[in-house]
Each structure stands twice: as C-alpha cells, then as structure tokens.
C-alpha cells in the first residue's frame, strides 16, 4: 500500500489530512516538525511527502532542500501544504525543492487529486526505459535481465521486486511496502513471504556476485544499494 507522510505541526490539519488520506486506503505516518520526519524518513521511505511550509525548529522548505540533496530522497514527492499563498511564495518552493503546493485552506477532493496526479507521474517503474547498476541491465520493455552481457533466469515476482528496488536506488522499504508493490495491496500473502522472495533474488543475483546490492535494513527492511558495486570492483 502507498505510504504518505503528513508533516505538520497543527494537530486539527494533521487529523484532516489523514481522514482524507486514509479514506483513499493510503498508509498514513505524521510527524509534528522536520526533525521528526527526517528520522521516520531514515527509517523507510514514503512514498510521497505532504509538508507543511512553517513548523516549529526547521522549515519545510529547509527540509524539502535537505531531503533533495540525498541520493535516496531526491526523488521523493513532495508536495507543500501551507498558508502561504503568496505569488511569490509559490515560486519560491515549487522551483526549488517541491513538486506541488496545496494553500490552506484546501478541499479534500483537490488534495486527493493532487496526491492521484503526484503518484502517476512519478512511478519510476512506468518508464520503458532500461535501468542499470554496474554490469546488470534490467530492460522493463522485454522483461529481460543482463549482467555482464549474460541473460539472468528470474521469475516474474523477482523480476517485480528487483524492478521496483532498482528505480528507487537507496531507499529503504518496509516488507509490507514491498508486499504491496509486488503483490498488490489485495493480495492475501505474508510479509516472511517477502524474505523467500529476497532469497531468491538473491541467488540469481549472486552468479555475477551482484547478490550484495539488496541490503538488509535491520529492524525496518530491504534497499538496493548500488554503490556496494564498488566493493565488488575493488574485490576483483
């Protein structure tokens, strides 16, 4: 299931954006200041953020800059929620560190349809295009795996699951989350399931000793670490 973190430091708007969210069967976290999200960020990755401009210690706009400049969360959407809703306010954020801005107050209807359109255009595994990590290619057009120019046997779930790791390189995933994307959110299965799973990718990967790139977060998950390739450079 698609997880949202609301930050936002006033407790009646917190509550209205969570009813709103979960309505739409959107996982939901919040956090009361930037402090607060940047550890449940650290954590596991959201999949999209609805950030409060004014909070209490750091901005939200001091936070949305921070979350950019890490290879995990540069790409995370981020869509601002505040009661500035000045010209130039709205220039200022959505030109440099978010994806869209919502003024208060706001209609739930228009909030989910952002939330909808956000999430549409920034599934990274909608594009066609190939993804890469070192000697492995993953081609989403022909659901084909390369590594060093040899073609890797992985069966549709682990295709799946490394797809969804690889277009998210860096980011850490709870085993329900990866549950939802592999399976989808309707499916009756077990998170352990999700254990097997990375298991076996992992076999496959490890005949070109790629087997290392999908990390164990412990206590939280799984991530695709595409600088562990170093190390396997550097063991050669």
């Known amino acids: 299931m698609t997880t949202i973190l609301i930050v936002e430091d006033e407790p009646a708007i917190a509550e209205l954006l969570r009813v709103t969210l979960e309505a739409e069967r959107y996982t939901v976290r919040d956090a009361g200041s930037a402090e607060a999200a940047w550890q449940i960020i650290e954590e596991a990755s959201p999949d999209l953020l609805l950030l409060d401009w ?3 210690g750091q901005s939200g706009l001091a936070l949305a800059k921070r979350l950019r400049q890490q290879t995990r969360t540069k790409t995370l959407p981020i869509i601002m929620v505040t009661a500035r809703a000045e010209e130039a ?3 200022a954020g959505l030109e440099t560190w978010v994806d869209d ?6 209609s739930p209807r228009e909030l989910k349809a952002r939330v909808k ?3 549409r255009r920034r599934t990274p595994e909608d594009s066609d295009t190939p993804l890469q990590a070192g000697m492995l290619i993953l081609d989403p057009v022909s659901h084909r795996v390369h590594c060093d120019g040899k073609s890797l046997t992985l069966g549709p779930l682990e295709f799946r699951l490394l797809h969804f790791l690889m277009a998210r390189p860096e980011r850490v995933f709870a085993r329900a989350q990866l549950l939802d994307a592999v399976w989808g959110d309707e499916a009756d299965v077990e998170e352990r399931t999700v254990d097997v799973l990375v ?3 992992r076999q496959a990967l490890a005949t070109c000793r790629l087997d290392v790139m999908l990390e164990t977060v412990r206590g939280t998950g799984y991530r695709w670490n595409p600088e562990k390739q170093n190390d396997i450079a550097a063991t050669s």
């Open 54 to 56: 004014m909070l209490p």
């Open 89 to 91: 306010d709205k220039v």
């Open 101 to 106: 801005y919502i003024t208060k107050p706001f």
């Open 117 to 119: 359109a956000l999430l």
């Open 199 to 201: 298991r076996r990718l």
